[in-house]
């Protein structure tokens, strides 16, 4: 049997919280029933946790977090200096003609202590530094947003003012990503012109929130020999999809990019054809980039902010659906300049 080292254990405590992506969720599954010490691992963490399932879940404000994680990290230097101190007394301690139990019992006690103090040592700094890589994911992430939107303005620049776009007949799918063919059937087509045309890198369309963070071999020359993106998993940011009938005038601060929707977050094969039901559940997810937290938007006016609410267009809409739609085929369009919808 395999021990178990630093990274099968972070992925098994993410696990019983219940902050895993679904590929992380199967491999965590899968540890589990292969290995005794996983399950055994699993089965008291969660007889640990079991008290929480009580407490109904709530969202936690920012200042809040970074409070809780300041009290953890002085929680660990206290201990620290105590386990030092308690070392320093035990190597100083002069012998004397103790009893067998009674200096039995002081090293139990001594024991106890080292254990209670080096749990909340490895507590503590798990906590802080798994929330200290999710904020640099996170900025990251925003950063990189800003990024692409710095490569759209020097597109605009030299088009006359004109976004990427590509011309689409009614009734064309908008879902098949890495589609190779001479018919516009993709979202994320119009942003692969970027890259094409070297204004981005293909990179810069990965949000680095994403364990499974890949990236593309290819000679900047190889770029115009494709005309999308050469594979699903290749891009993991959702583009808005534009209303066929635009009206005239601003329409204020629209978003225009986010990280990956949770409701196309799994596409069938190109062969196939889509069949999305949205279930209420699906409606209150936030984007599968950042472990349903929230989710890194950019806005027309190049701003990028960290949300946790998909509600964050001028109009309150929710981003990631159409109005008054549930089931999707992957062709609809937004009747509205209003309407906000972003998808692959």
Known sequence: MTPLNEQHKELLFDYCLGQTSEPETAQAQELVFSNEQAAKFVTSLKASLSPLDSITPEDCPEELAEGAIWRAQQAVRTSQIRLTQ?????????????????????QLATAAVFIIVGSALITGTRVASNYMRQKSRQTQCGTQLAGIDQ???????????????????????????????????????????????????????????????????????????????????????????????????????????????????????????????????????NSPNHRGRGQNVLFCDGSVQFVRTRHVDVSLDDIFTLQNTRTYQGTELPTSDLDAFLAP
């Open 86 to 106: 308690l070392i320093a007394a035990e190597q100083n301690r002069k012998s004397s003609p103790v009893g067998f139990w009674r200096n039995l019992f002081g």
């Open 151 to 285: 490569s759209l303005s020097n597109y605009k620049a030299d088009n006359d003012g004109q976004m990427p776009a590509l011309a689409s007949a009614p009734g064309t799918p908008w879902w098949k990503v890495s589609d190779q063919g001479a018919e516009n059937v993709s979202n994320t087509r119009k942003m692969w012109i970027l890259v094409k045309h070297n204004y981005a890198q293909p990179t810069d369309f990965l949000c680095p929130a994403q364990k499974t963070y890949n990236s593309l071999s290819l000679d900047p020359k190889e770029y115009k020999q494709y005309n999308d993106f050469p594979r699903r998993d290749l891009v993991t940011y959702s583009f808005r999809i534009s209303c066929p009938k635009t009206t005239s005038g601003d329409v204020g601060r629209r978003v225009i990019i986010a990280d990956m929707s949770p409701i196309f977050e799994l596409l069938p094969s190109l062969s196939g054809g889509l069949s999305v039901n949205v279930n209420d559940k699906m409606l209150r997810q």
